[in-house]
C-alpha cells in the first residue's frame, strides 16, 4: 500500500464550479500535512497547510480526519487558473527530528474548463 | 517568486561527465533536501540534510554525491550518470526540523546522454 495516496484524476471541470480531491495516508504518526500545487514543468508550490481545526484561504478550503487518515481540499468557483497537479504532503519516517521528511502523493490533475 | 535559487536550469551531460548541480537559500533554513522527478510522477526523495548533517538517504546510488558547504547551501554531485537517471531535480528547504512546510527551487532539467 502506498504510503499517500490521491485519485489521479483527471478532474475536468467548468469554471465555477466546486470541485473536491481526497488524500488518504497510511502512517498514523503522520504529523503534518499539506497540499502543493504544481504546474507543468515547475516547482511544487505551497498552497495550504492542514490542521485538525480545518483552514480556509479564500476559495480553498483543507481538512484534515486523523481518526480515518483522511485529507481533503475544497476549490469553490474554479478558475480557469486553477488547472494544475494537486499534491497532498504528509511527513513521514521515524519520530526524531531529522528524519521526517515531506512524501508525496502521485497528484490529482484538475482541469477547468470555459 | 522562489527563494530557493537553483543552478543551472537545464543541463544536459555525457554518461562519462561529472557535473554538479547547486542550490542556494538564504531564509536561514535548517533542514535542505533533494527531490527527484520524473514526468507524470510526483517529486521522490533522494536526501536530507538537517542543519547541515546528512540525516536521510533514500538509497540513493553513489554516482549521486550529496554535499551542504554551509547552512545556506546544498549541492548534488553527478558522476557516470545513466539515461534514465534524466529528470527534473529540485531542491527544498524548511525553517525546523524536517516536518515544517518546504519551499522549492525552480528545479534543474537534468538530460544523460
Known sequence: RKEVEQDPGPFNVPEGATVAFNCTYSNSASQSFFWYRQDCRKEPKLLMSVYSSGNE??????????????????????KLSDSATYLCVVT???????????????GTRLQVQP | DTEV???????VMGMTNKKSLKCEQHMGHR???WYKQKAKKPPELMFVY?????????SVPSRFSPECPNS????????????EDSALYLCASSQGGADTEAFFGQGTRLTVV
Open chain 1, 57 to 78: 484561504d479564500g476559495r480553498f478550503t483543507a481538512q484534515l480526519n486523523r481518526a480515518s487518515q483522511y485529507i481533503s481540499l475544497l476549490i469553490r468557483d474554479s
Open chain 1, 92 to 106: 513521514s519516517g521515524v519520530m526524531d527530528t531529522g528524519r521526517r521528511a515531506l512524501t508525496f502523493g502521485s
Open chain 2, 5 to 11: 535559487t537553483q543552478t543551472p536550469k537545464h543541463l
Open chain 2, 31 to 33: 533542514a535542505m533536501y
Open chain 2, 50 to 58: 538537517s542543519y547541515e548533517k546528512l540525516s536521510i538517504n533514500e
Open chain 2, 72 to 83: 545556506s547551501l546544498l549541492n548534488l554531485h553527478l558522476h557516470a550518470l545513466q539515461p
